[in-house]
Nanobody, 114 residues
Framework: QVQLVESGGGLVQTGESLRLSCAVSGSIFRFNAMGWYRQAPGKQRELVATIHSGGSTNYADSVKGRFTISRDNAKNTVYLQMNSLKPEDTGVYYC????????WGRGTQVTVSS
């Protein structure tokens, strides 16, 4: 059974940074892609960033230049470095992993105060 466990969320002020981690049970090589999504109160879940098995990455326009997705294959962990945080980045951040199936973690709360 695949488990994804997010950590690293918290309350920060505008302009500060956070690094989210997503620990995966077993090898992350099983997955074609892994990603981070977020959901703000009253809004739909949206894509933040993805990293593919070959290493290519994609970002939402709203986070380009501020967020960086990466992975540590030895630790079976995916990270999301978030810099220059804004209040509109507030939400629950979810990690996902995709092969023939799509797996989700339970999320970690990020709150950015103005």
């Amino acid at each position: 059974q695949v488990q994804l466990v997010e950590s690293g969320g918290g309350l920060v002020q505008t302009g500060e940074s956070l690094r989210l981690s997503c620990a995966v049970s077993g090898s992350i090589f099983r997955f074609n892609a892994m990603g981070w999504y977020r959901q703000a109160p009253g809004k739909q879940r949206e894509l933040v960033a993805t990293i593919h098995s070959g290493g290519s990455t994609n970002y939402a326009d709203s986070v380009k230049g501020r967020f960086t997705i990466s992975r540590d294959n030895a630790k079976n962990t995916v990270y999301l470095q978030m810099n220059s945080l804004k209040p509109e980045d507030t939400g629950v951040y979810y990690c996902n992993a995709q092969n023939s199936w799509l797996y989700w973690g339970r999320g970690t709360q990020v709150t950015v105060s103005s």
